[in-house]
T-cell receptor
Framework: EAGVAQSPRYKIIEKRQSVAFWCNPISGHATLYWYQQILGQGPKLLIQFQNNGVVDDSQLPKDRFSAERLKGVDSTLKIQPAKLEDSAVYLC??????????????FGPGTRLTVT | AQSVTQLGSHVSVSEGALVLLRCNYSSSVPPYLFWYVQYPNQGLQLLLKYTTGATLVKGINGFEAEFKKSETSFHLTKPSAHMSDAAEYLCSVIDRDTGKLIFGQGTTLQVKP
């Protein structure tokens, strides 16, 4: 089966610019996650969707970050305006959690964002 | 709140030597535990997981980990390191109520020829 797809793989922008990332989860996976991984740290959950509803966005900086999952499939994560500290790898993951008892998450390759 | 601590941000071993990456967790209920590997410029790949049952878990690429409840540990081992094992290794625990995955800070494994 196809894995989690993300695009773009790399993005360089200047501070105060906007950027958007796209994620296509594994077919049939109800749950989708966006993580931020800053260099030298483990991934930190930004937002979790169950189908097209938000389950947890407590760690999402809502003044500049937004995310949506229309129709419960693809998702986009947007940063507007970007700050230097947003430089990180943004990982998307999906899970059948909600449909089965498995809690395994499947990760995409990530988008490496550099803010200059 | 659940948390994960990985001892040692960098571990260096010689090719053929034992690999031991340490992970301790805090959890008020029996945890689900995972080890992920992250190769440069790639996403996370699941190495192995513990949910229930046998406490010694075998994963891909010759890795295994043992769940020790009394020590709240889930250390990752491999008898003989290979150059291709050089990567970032992430230990994680899951909140069974929310499905939220909590990661440690990661350990970079370097394998010397």
């Amino acid at each position: 089966e196809a894995g989690v797809a993300q695009s773009p793989r790399y993005k360089i922008i200047e501070k105060r610019q906007s950027v958007a990332f796209w994620c296509n989860p594994i077919s049939g996976h109800a749950t989708l996650y966006w993580y931020q991984q800053i260099l030298g740290q483990g991934p930190k959950l930004l937002i979790q969707f169950q189908n097209n509803g938000v389950v947890d966005d407590s760690q999402l900086p809502k003044d500049r970050f937004s995310a949506e999952r229309l129709k419960g499939v693809d998702s986009t994560l947007k940063i507007q305006p970007a700050k230097l500290e947003d430089s990180a790898v943004y990982l998307c993951a999906s899970s059948p959690h909600g449909q089965t008892s498995s809690y395994e998450q499947y990760f995409g390759p990530g988008t490496r964002l550099t803010v200059t | 709140a659940q948390s994960v601590t990985q001892l040692g941000s960098h571990v260096s071993v010689s090719e053929g030597a034992l690999v031991l990456l340490r992970c301790n967790y805090s959890s008020s209920v029996p945890p689900y535990l995972f080890w992920y590997v992250q190769y440069p410029n790639q996403g996370l790949q699941l190495l192995l997981k513990y949910t229930t049952g046998a406490t010694l878990v075998k994963g891909i690429n010759g890795f295994e980990a043992e769940f020790k409840k009394s020590e709240t540990s889930f250390h990752l081992t491999k008898p003989s390191a290979h150059m291709s094992d050089a990567a970032e290794y992430l230990c994680s625990v899951i909140d069974r109520d929310t499905g939220k995955l909590i990661f440690g800070q990661g350990t970079t494994l370097q394998v010397k020829p």
